[in-house]
């Protein structure tokens, strides 16, 4: 049964560093697929923020792409989030996901999910 | 505003049969690039109700359906439950924006 779960502080001040950790269980992150990580802010939609291959291989949202980092450590089953320069506009509940095919990043639905974690920017 | 579009809400009678749309365009639906549908409930991660169109994952029931023509998709659900009262979101991919693009959602209301 594969599972995911994020970590990391629930509250971030303007213009600091987000950063997240999603921890997989059940699956090898290293036997494929592109990782992902998507939020949702409160009461509103969902947005893609970027997409991590084992190898380290990285596609991003072009909107947030100035401001994130997608990283993968497979020794701890782990793939991360950093966004930067955090303003308002950044508090979400963010998920990591997994897609239902492991042959590309982009043209694939996710399966698995993280339970997801708020994150509130204030000061 | 979401690339995909999609009825802030829809609703029906238990039993009934509804369908939500996604409006795409010439860059993401109408290149080809595959949809994919999400129930959510309050409170819960995105489930994966559609991939690929028309396909449901293990474990869905039949009651729900997707399908594709041109620039938009469809999600059917036949036998409306209580307990399908959610929100729906389309997804695909934009080659213009190269980015994973998710519609605005649809809020079910079952009467």
């Known amino acids: 049964q594969v599972q995911l779960q994020e970590s990391g502080p629930g509250l971030v001040k303007p213009s600091e560093t987000l950063s997240l950790t999603c921890t997989v269980s059940g699956y090898s992150i290293s036997s494929g697929y592109y990782w992902a990580w998507i939020r949702q802010p409160p009461g509103k939609g969902l947005e893609w923020i970027g997409s991590v291959y084992h190898s380290g291989s990285t596609f991003y949202n072009l909107s947030l792409k100035s401001r994130v980092i997608i990283s993968v450590d497979t020794s701890k089953n782990q793939f991360s989030l950093k966004l930067s320069s955090v303003t308002a506009a950044d508090t979400a509940v963010y998920y990591c996901?997994?897609?239902?095919?492991?042959?590309?990043?982009?043209?694939?639905?996710?399966?698995?999910w993280g339970q997801g974690t708020l994150v509130t920017v204030s000061s | 505003q979401s690339v995909l579009t999609q009825p802030p809400s829809v609703s029906g009678a238990p039993g009934q049969r509804v369908t939500i749309s996604c409006t795409g365009g010439?860059?993401?639906?109408?290149?080809?690039?595959?949809v994919h549908w999400y129930q959510q409930l309050p409170g819960t991660a995105p489930k994966l109700l559609i991939y690929?169109?028309?396909n449901r994952p293990s474990g869905v029931p039949d009651r729900f359906s997707g399908s594709k023509s041109g620039t938009s998709a469809s999600l059917a659900i036949t036998g409306l439950q209580a307990e399908d009262e959610a929100d729906y979101y389309c997804?695909?991919?934009?080659?213009?924006?190269?980015?994973?693009?998710f519609g605005g959602g649809t809020k079910l209301t079952v009467l």
């Open positions: 996901a997994r897609p239902h095919s492991y042959s590309n990043w982009n043209d694939v639905g996710f399966d698995y």
């Open positions: 690929g169109n028309t």
């Open positions: 010439s860059s993401n639906i109408g290149t080809g690039y595959d």
């Open positions: 997804q695909s991919y934009d080659t213009s924006l190269r980015v994973v693009v």
